[in-house]
Structure formats: C-alpha cells, structure tokens
C-alpha cells in the first residue's frame, strides 16, 4: 500500500495563495490517480480536484476552478495543489488520497478512495 503525507498548510489572507504537497512512499506512486478533498468543521469531506496516474487528467470543483492547479512529479513522488485567490470559505483541513492502482483516473467521490493521508490546515483570514 502507499502512505501519504501532506504538508503546506498554513495562515493566510483572503486574495492569497498555498501550495500544498502530498508525498507518497510505500508503492510506485505513479500506479495511483490522486484527489484532493477538504472538510470544513460541523461540514462533509468535500472533493477538491483530482489528477490522473499520468497526470494529464484533471478535474476540479466548480468551487476552485481556476483558482486552484493540481499537478503531480512522479519522479519525486508528489502531488501539488496549488491555490491561489483563496477565500474565507476555502477553509479547512485539505486531504490527499490516492486511489488503488485498478484505477488511472481519479473520482469525485470520497469512497473511490484507498488510502488517505493525515490532513493539513489551511485557514483564510479576512
């Protein structure tokens, strides 16, 4: 199996930007389409976006798109979310997942999932 690990969290204003990493070891990360989701206290796991095993798939929700980029470096075994123009309501904790290797595109759904990393915090002030 793969372990994930995601860093980048933080404080910042509205109108600023994150880039969020989620690392992966264990397995050949490249087998594995990602997906970002994010869960907002007293709310649902929400789907963010989500990349292919090759990273040329993607897919957002309406709420970060063109606002957020996810991109992926199989050679260093890690996916990006990049945010920008964040907005009070992007708060949450953001979670990577990774979906098991049958698989080489991601999902909007949080079930279509295998293996979940920690989290990270992001909060956006005013």
């Known amino acids: 199996q793969v372990q994930l690990l995601e860093s980048g969290g933080g404080l910042v204003q509205a109108g600023g930007s994150l880039r969020l990493s989620c690392a992966a070891s264990g397995r050949t990360f490249s087998n594995y389409a990602v997906g970002w989701f994010r869960q907002a206290p007293g709310k649902e796991r929400e789907f963010v976006a989500t990349i292919s095993r090759n990273g040329i798939s993607t897919y957002y929700a309406d709420s970060v798109k063109g606002r957020f980029t996810i991109s992926r470096v199989n050679a260093k075994n890690t996916v990006y979310l990049q945010m920008n123009s964040l907005k009070l309501e992007d708060t949450a904790v953001y979670y990577c997942?990774?979906?098991?290797?049958?698989?080489?595109?991601?999902?909007?759904?949080?079930?279509?999932?295998?293996?979940w990393g920690q989290g990270t915090q992001v909060t956006v002030s005013s």
């Open positions: 997942a990774a979906r098991a290797p049958t698989y080489s595109t991601g999902s909007y759904y949080r079930n279509a999932y295998d293996y």
